[in-house]
């Protein structure tokens, strides 16, 4: 069932170590791709080589050992993984996360991951109560990471409680679950996304455009691709590859793309507009290179087209999703761009925040939309968090027609 996953186990040294055995053992089994990375405590417990032998993969436990000398092994690993599992995870890497500390091949990887990372604590009962280890928690838990709780029963160390790390068989269950396809909600619809920047010519050899990487778009495009829509991909010039399920229509400026939008129009039910359309265009394209004159130069701008405030004024059964890239007031200019527009969410994100806007592969935005609604989605994914975004705005939907 998770054949070609890639599942990163990060192990650490409580007595639950034994069980990690198991858990890789049965991950293999059902098909994953499982790398492991241990820490030296986990390492007193058992030894590199089970794991290895487990996972037929190489384990990994010193951030210096660079097995391959073509990338940087904590980077690669972060990047590489579909799910990364902390199993088990003691209260010492809970705290480490908790603070952003990155000292060994474990936390150095999970920093750098942009995956899910899923937490197994397998501690005393008392240590799993005190109150830094909750409050560790409860950051994480903010934080985005998900935790799977540990089960009561007897401890190693003597004692009856909750604090024994979850059993691999369930966990596996867990993970299966996780990655076993899900319900197609937009199945029978038709979802056209932009994504990218817009080129406006000056003359043959000169544009203006700006920063989008198109990273955002095309993680919508394939979002509503794996739940079940045509998806339409309108893209401005970008250096990303389109994902196969989506049908590519490649775009230069606003008005190509504003054309392009227009003939999938009538026939469609969600448009998501992620593209960052230039507002403004050479007023008159030179049809020869400019040359340089003495003096200071300027060129006259015109308007384009404002694409999504067009469709919000044409629209009849169509849900218009705008996204809006703001410095300040985000919430509040996203709400006037809501009613200007005539959109029926705008997905607003501070391009000032770290690991936010253009060319991140995370982000963090404020989904405003009609009837009030107003949610915040912490630092994800891209992929991930496009997902979440299109989950939520079905599921608001679905609750409003009730
Ligand atoms: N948009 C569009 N056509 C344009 C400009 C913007 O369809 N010519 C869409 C974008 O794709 C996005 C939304 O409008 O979904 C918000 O874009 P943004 O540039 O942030 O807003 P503006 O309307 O340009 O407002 P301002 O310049 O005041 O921030």
Same mark, same amino acid.
């Given at each position: 069932m998770l054949t070609s996953k890639k599942i990163v186990v990060c192990v650490t040294g409580g007595i639950a170590v034994y069980k990690a055995v198991a858990l890789v053992s049965k991950l293999t089994q059902a098909g994953a791709n499982v790398k492991v990375i241990m820490t030296k405590s986990a390492m007193e417990f058992v030894q590199p080589l089970s794991f290895q032998a487990m996972s037929r993969n190489d384990v990994f436990f010193d951030t210096f050992d660079e097995k391959d000398s073509s990338v940087i092994a904590h980077i690669n690993l972060a990047d590489w993984a579909d799910l990364v599992l902390v199993a088990p995870?003691?209260?010492?890497? #809970?705290?480490?996360?908790?603070?952003?500390?990155?000292?060994?091949?474990?936390?150095?990887?999970?920093?750098?991951?942009?995956?899910?990372?899923?937490?197994?604590?397998?501690?005393?009962? =008392?240590?799993?109560?005190?109150?830094?280890?909750?409050?560790?928690?409860?950051?994480l838990d903010k934080d985005g990471y998900s935790f799977i709780e540990p089960s009561e029963g007897f401890l190693a160390c003597g004692y009856v409680g909750k604090g024994r790390l979850e059993e691999p068989e369930k966990i596996v269950q867990l993970v299966e679950d996780y990655f076993s396809p899900k319900e197609l909600p937009l199945k029978?619809?038709?979802?056209?996304?932009? /994504?990218?920047?817009?080129?406006? @010519?000056?003359?043959? +050899? @000169?544009?203006?455009?700006?920063?989008?990487?198109?990273?955002?778009?095309?993680?919508?495009?394939?979002?509503?691709?794996?739940?079940?829509?045509?998806?339409?991909?309108?893209?401005? !010039?970008?250096?990303?590859?389109? !994902?196969?399920?989506?049908? &590519?229509?490649?775009?230069?400026?606003?008005?190509?793309?504003?054309?392009?939008?227009?003939?999938?129009?009538?026939?469609?039910?969600?448009?998501?507009?992620?593209?960052? +359309?230039?507002?403004? @265009?050479?007023?008159? +394209? =030179?049809?020869?290179?400019?040359?340089?004159?003495? *003096?200071? /130069?300027?060129?006259?701008?015109? @308007?384009?087209?404002?694409?999504? /405030?067009? &469709? *919000?004024?044409?629209?009849? =059964?169509?849900?218009? #999703?705008?996204? /809006?890239?703001?410095?300040?007031?985000?919430? =509040?200019?996203?709400k006037g761009k809501l009613a200007k527009k005539n959109a029926d969410y705008i997905i607003a994100n501070d391009v000032t925040e770290a690991g936010s806007g253009f060319g991140t592969d995370t982000n963090a935005v404020t989904l405003v939309g009609k009837n009030n609604v107003e949610k915040h989605f912490p630092h994800l994914s891209k992929k991930e968090l496009a997902i979440q975004l299109l989950q939520t705005i079905i599921k608001l939907e679905t609750d409003d027609k009730k």
């Open positions: 995870a003691t209260a010492n890497v #809970i705290g480490k996360l908790a603070h952003g500390i990155a000292d060994d091949m474990v936390t150095t990887t999970l920093l750098a991951t942009t995956a899910k990372v899923w937490i197994a604590p397998a501690m005393n009962v =008392h240590m799993y109560e005190n109150a830094a280890v909750k409050r560790n928690i409860a950051q029978g619809q038709k979802v056209v996304v932009t /994504a990218g920047p817009t080129r406006e @010519r000056i003359d043959p +050899v @000169r544009f203006l455009t700006n920063f989008s990487s198109g990273k955002m778009g095309y993680a919508m495009a394939s979002a509503a691709a794996s739940l079940g829509a045509e998806t339409i991909l309108i893209s401005g !010039p970008v250096s990303i590859e389109a !994902p196969s399920n989506v049908k &590519l229509v490649s775009v230069e400026s606003a008005q190509e793309m504003y054309e392009a939008v227009l003939e999938q129009f009538d026939t469609a039910n969600i448009v998501i507009k992620t593209a960052a +359309v230039a507002d403004y @265009r050479p007023k008159d +394209v =030179h049809a020869q290179k400019m040359k340089k004159q003495p *003096g200071d /130069a300027s060129i006259a701008l015109e @308007r384009t087209t404002d694409i999504l /405030a067009d &469709l *919000g004024s044409k629209k009849t =059964h169509q849900l218009l #999703i705008g996204f /809006a890239a703001e410095t300040n007031d985000v919430v =509040h200019y996203a």
